[in-house]
């Protein structure tokens, strides 16, 4: 039910504002204003938000509208943001308008805690647990627990080694969400600019800020690789990366390029193909190399690695493979945000001027509704602990 969403969300801004100092902010009826105009033009909006789900939509909005709740920065975005939470979208972006000289100057609310006490209770939370302490390098710790209510959890910094953060500030708040998830406000660790998060999920005792110490080394995620890469593995076994469809005209050209020079040199009998971390783009782009890879499959083994990082036009990809003869998808679920998308980089700059909304205005063009939050999920999956590429190669060498 909608109303779920505004239960949590609405708990949460309790707890907030009764907890810390707050700060005026006079222009966020304004801002929620024009948020919730925009909101309303998207395909998603119009796609999901009809019947009683609109008549709920509408009574929140007014509910917000009235509420005289002054504001400090983590009210007034989770505010706005909560009116994003009913609607599966996953391109849709609120966050502050990054300011270097406002930066240094923000002070988010510190909570009325012991900082020794809570350290000393989070040390031991198991690490499958979101309830913790984590760490971004030497530069950043993070203590994670929850609130009274135990669908929500607050993020404050233990220590940092930068000086814009004092002990004790706030720099996340989530609410667990139906996918087992979390939706909520982080603040960028570097420039205390805030944003609104969707699709949080913990993983092998990390989440975006950093990890839990004794998390495991994550051979899932693949980085520093070449955009485009066609190598020979073992003489029945060829490997392609193929890390971004993205669809400017210089990044187009270079798929092109890179699609001339390999389109005949396909010749084992498995094809590994890794879109790790592929952010997406559009067919333009990854629309030569589905024709090619459909056309190989007919004879031959595909085998596609993905992970949570694999967004997109790169997940659309993976589902018109996926399902297809001699084709097998490997590794971890996709990230889950894939329906929607935005054609032209257009976003909304609220009246405040501290805040942008980045919309979409691309329809869902292929039944993908179903996968938008969820992901999807693998043939097989991988295990994080071991490399993935020798676990591919170990699997095809024993059928």
Not at 18 to 26: L, M, T
Not at 199 to 208: A, D, S
Not at 258 to 284: A, E, H, M, Q, W
Request: include cysteine; charge should be positive.
């Amino acid at each position: 039910m909608l109303s779920n969403y505004f239960k949590a969300f609405s708990f949460c801004l309790i707890f907030i504002t009764s907890s810390f100092g707050v700060i005026a902010q006079s222009t966020y009826k304004d801002d929620l204003q024009v948020l919730y105009d925009a909101v309303k033009k998207t395909p998603s909006y119009r796609d999901q938000i009809t019947g009683q789900r609109k008549s709920e939509y509408d009574l929140q909005f007014e509910r917000l509208k009235i509420e005289s709740v002054q504001l400090n920065p983590f009210d007034s975005l989770y505010k706005l943001s909560s009116l994003l939470w009913p609607i599966k979208d996953n391109h849709l972006g609120l966050y502050q308008v990054s300011n270097k000289e406002i930066s240094v100057r923000k002070r988010y609310p510190i909570p009325a805690i012991n900082l020794d006490s809570l350290e000393e209770q989070l040390v031991s939370k198991p690490l499958n647990g979101a309830e913790g302490i984590y760490y971004q390098g030497d530069r950043f710790k993070i203590g994670v627990y929850s609130t009274s209510n135990k669908d929500s959890l607050i993020g404050i910094v233990l220590s940092s080694s930068l000086p814009i953060w004092s002990n004790g500030e706030m720099a996340v708040l989530l609410v667990r969400s139906k996918q087992d998830g979390y939706k909520g406000v982080y603040a960028n660790l570097y420039n205390k600019d805030l944003f609104f998060v969707r699709n949080e999920k913990l993983i092998n005792g990390k989440l975006l800020f950093g990890s839990k110490r004794g998390a495991p080394v994550n051979y899932a995620s693949l980085l520093d690789k070449p955009n485009f890469e066609l190598k020979t593995l073992r003489p029945e076994i060829q490997y392609l990366r193929l890390s971004s469809f993205r669809t400017s005209n210089i990044d187009v050209k270079k798929a092109e390029v890179f699609y001339d020079r390999i389109k005949d040199s396909l010749t084992s009998k498995n094809l590994i193909v890794d879109i790790r971390n592929n952010p997406g783009g559009g067919f333009k782009s990854s629309g030569m190399f589905l024709s090619l890879l459909k056309k190989y499959a007919e004879d031959c083994k595909v085998l596609i690695i993905v992970n949570r990082q694999t967004y997109s036009n790169a997940e659309q990809f993976v589902l018109k493979l996926k399902g297809h003869k001699n084709v097998v998808v490997l590794g971890e679920t996709t990230n889950g945000t894939l329906t929607y998308g935005n054609n032209f980089g257009n976003s909304v700059k609220l009246p405040s001027g501290k805040y942008t909304f980045y919309i979409t205005d691309m329809k869902d063009s292929g039944n993908y509704l179903p996968y938008e939050e969820i992901g999807v999920e693998p043939d097989l999956k991988l295990s994080p602990g071991s490399d993935w590429i020798e676990q591919v190669t170990a699997i095809i060498l024993n059928k």
